[in-house]
């Protein structure tokens, strides 16, 4: 069955820096778009960025853009997200989760892992 | 960018009512309209896509309803096992969360 878990998560200062991990399993990695989405403590759900089946093509949301870089390495199985200049407000549960297609048109969260959690703060 | 506005935000009711979550989007998404369900400490799963249809193994007395900008998701008959948030999502324009219904039984 589908696997998804991610690692990385942890309490960093603001301004900092921090890579998170998504490692892959049941299913062919290479052939699905990803995605990354956060959850503030006691708040809603947040879409951070995707990354087509091979990489070819990322998208992040506005909050993000020129801070977080999605990448995969198809070889390992991995999904990744490399946050930069990290703020209070990125505080969160980061999920990793799957489409059930190909490009980063695919916007339907079909499987979810259980989330790694980031604390931003001095 | 697209607004989602979920209503109401919390839903108190009893085993065996019938309920109703609504979903409003700032402009029309045609049908590309999904519903998650979320237990505490437990990631979001799929209910519903394209507005009305539902995934596999979800049991029969949810259904999705509406297109354009109003759509809605109904409980027939609430079990227990039902206390959740449930949030909609639209998937027309990149991608927008409504902001959650707490339904407390």
């Known amino acids: 069955q589908v696997q998804l878990v991610e690692s990385g998560g942890g309490v960093v200062q603001p301004g900092r820096s921090l890579t998170l991990s998504c490692a892959a399993s049941g299913f062919t990695f290479s052939s699905y778009a990803m995605h990354w989405v956060r959850q503030a403590p006691v708040k809603g759900l947040e879409w951070v960025s995707v990354?087509?089946?091979?990489?070819?093509?990322?998208y992040h949301a506005d909050s993000v853009k020129g801070r977080f870089t999605i990448s995969r390495d198809n070889s390992k199985n991995t999904l990744h997200l490399q946050m930069n200049s990290l703020r209070p407000e990125d505080t969160a549960l980061y999920y990793c989760?799957?489409?059930?297609?190909?490009?980063?048109?695919?916007?339907?969260?079909?499987?979810w892992g259980q989330g790694t959690l980031v604390t931003v703060s001095s | 960018d697209i607004q989602m506005t979920q209503s109401p935000s919390t839903l108190s009711a009893s085993v065996g009512d019938r309920v109703t979550i609504t979903c409003r989007a700032s402009?029309?998404?045609?049908?590309?309209l999904a519903w998650y369900q979320q237990k505490p400490g437990k990631a979001p799963k799929l209910l519903i896509q394209k507005a009305s249809s539902s995934e596999s193994g979800v049991p029969s007395r949810f259904s999705g309803s509406g297109s354009g900008t109003e759509f809605s998701l109904t409980i027939s008959s609430l079990q227990p096992d039902d206390s959740a948030t449930y949030y909609c999502?639209?998937?027309?324009?990149?991608?927008?969360f409504g902001q959650g219904t707490k339904v407390e039984i």
């Open positions: 402009q029309s998404i045609s049908n590309w």
């Open positions: 990354i087509s089946y091979d990489g070819s093509d990322t």
């Open positions: 989760v799957k489409t059930d297609c190909t490009s980063i048109g695919c916007r339907l969260f079909v499987h």
């Open positions: 999502q639209q998937y027309s324009t990149l991608v927008t």
